[in-house]
Protein backbone atom coordinates (compact mmCIF):
# COMPACT_ATOMS: atom_id res chain seq x y z
CA UNK A 1 0.00 0.00 0.00
CA UNK A 2 1.68 3.54 -1.12
CA UNK A 3 2.32 5.97 1.68
CA UNK A 4 -0.62 7.98 2.69
CA UNK A 5 0.02 11.67 3.37
CA UNK A 6 -2.69 13.72 5.66
CA UNK A 7 -4.64 16.04 3.56
CA UNK A 8 -4.71 18.55 6.51
CA UNK A 9 -1.25 19.18 7.19
CA UNK A 10 0.64 17.61 4.10
CA UNK A 11 2.21 14.88 6.73
CA UNK A 12 2.78 10.94 6.66
CA UNK A 13 -0.65 9.04 8.12
CA UNK A 14 0.17 6.10 9.93
CA UNK A 15 -2.50 3.33 9.86
CA UNK A 16 -3.58 1.50 13.10
CA UNK A 17 -4.37 -1.99 12.26
CA UNK A 18 -6.27 -2.92 15.76
CA UNK A 19 -8.42 0.41 15.50
CA UNK A 20 -8.50 0.15 11.67
CA UNK A 21 -8.09 4.22 11.13
CA UNK A 22 -5.18 6.41 9.94
CA UNK A 23 -3.71 8.71 11.97
CA UNK A 24 -1.58 11.75 11.52
CA UNK A 25 1.13 12.53 14.28
CA UNK A 26 1.91 15.63 12.87
CA UNK A 27 -1.74 17.20 13.47
CA UNK A 28 -3.44 14.23 14.95
CA UNK A 29 -6.25 13.31 12.25
CA UNK A 30 -7.54 10.00 13.05
CA UNK A 31 -9.84 8.92 10.20
CA UNK A 32 -11.22 5.64 8.51
CA UNK A 33 -10.25 4.67 5.33
CA UNK A 34 -13.94 5.62 3.66
CA UNK A 35 -13.50 9.13 5.68
CA UNK A 36 -9.88 9.23 4.30
CA UNK A 37 -11.39 9.42 0.84
CA UNK A 38 -13.77 11.41 1.49
CA UNK A 39 -12.23 13.97 2.45
CA UNK A 40 -9.45 14.00 -0.37
CA UNK A 41 -12.67 14.10 -2.89
CA UNK A 42 -13.38 17.02 -1.26
CA UNK A 43 -10.21 18.93 -1.27
CA UNK A 44 -9.50 17.44 -5.33
CA UNK A 45 -13.26 19.08 -5.97
CA UNK A 46 -11.94 22.11 -4.60
CA UNK A 47 -9.03 22.05 -6.40
CA UNK A 48 -10.22 21.39 -9.58
CA UNK A 49 -13.23 24.54 -9.06
CA UNK A 50 -10.27 27.00 -8.07
CA UNK A 51 -8.67 26.42 -11.24
CA UNK A 52 -11.51 26.62 -13.17
CA UNK A 53 -12.16 29.73 -11.64
CA UNK A 54 -8.71 31.10 -12.57
CA UNK A 55 -8.82 29.51 -16.30
CA UNK A 56 -11.53 31.70 -16.23
CA UNK A 57 -10.50 35.05 -15.23
CA UNK A 58 -7.17 34.86 -17.02
CA UNK A 59 -9.24 34.36 -20.55
CA UNK A 60 -11.32 37.35 -19.18
CA UNK A 61 -8.15 39.01 -18.59
CA UNK A 62 -6.62 38.39 -22.09
CA UNK A 63 -9.91 39.34 -23.74
CA UNK A 64 -10.17 42.65 -21.45
CA UNK A 65 -6.47 43.68 -22.93
CA UNK A 66 -6.51 42.67 -25.85
CA UNK A 67 -7.30 44.74 -29.12
CA UNK A 68 -9.94 43.06 -30.58
CA UNK A 69 -12.72 44.23 -28.26
Do not use: N
Not at 17 to 44: F, M, N, Q, W
Not at 48 to 59: C, G, I, N, V, Y
Amino acid sequence: MPEQICPECGGVLFYDSPAKRYVCRGCGLYVTKDELETIKDKLHREVDEQRKRRQQQSEYLEWWLSAKK
